[in-house]
């Protein structure tokens, strides 16, 4: 019933150049061919969704903010964090088909853990 209204928004906003991306919270798994049907570039979703086997489904339709790993940044050594931070890079900073990264309130972002997904993801799309 809104995708067709959505898909106006959309398509206007690509019209002067944007990039769309759609807000919205809440168990999203069934709604993801909907939200690619309206044209929207990008999701973020929250914990309760599955963002591994949404981007595996519909990586390649849409940019997925995938929730990564997390750790316990006061006990994780940095090289641990560095360790996580390339594994995430690897599965999900690849050319053809890129996630976003959703850290949204994890407090995982420490300095070495960005660092190092930069680095390892300028590695990937530079291949």
């Known amino acids: 019933m809104i995708v067709p209204y ?3 928004v959309t398509d206007y906003l690509h019209s002067k150049g944007k990039f ?3 807000h919205s ?3 999203a798994l069934k709604q993801i061919p909907n939200f690619i049907a309206a044209g929207w ?3 973020s979703g929250q914990a309760m969704n599955d963002t591994v086997k949404i981007y595996e489904e519909y990586g ?3 940019l997925v903010g995938v929730i990564p ?3 316990d940044v006061e006990t994780a050594s940095e090289e641990k964090q560095r360790e996580m931070a390339r594994a995430y890079a690897n ?4 050319p053809g088909k890129p996630a976003s990264l959703n850290s949204y309130g994890s407090g995982i972002l420490t300095p070495a853990y960005a660092e ?4 390892q993801s300028r590695i990937n799309y530079a291949k």
């Open 41 to 43: 570039d990008s999701w």
């Open 69 to 71: 790993e997390t750790f």
């Open 25 to 27: 919270c809440g168990q």
């Open 20 to 22: 769309c991306e759609l």
């Open 60 to 62: 390649d339709k849409l």
């Open 91 to 94: 599965k999900f900073a690849v």
């Open 6 to 8: 959505m898909r106006k």
């Open 116 to 119: 190092e997904l930069y680095k």
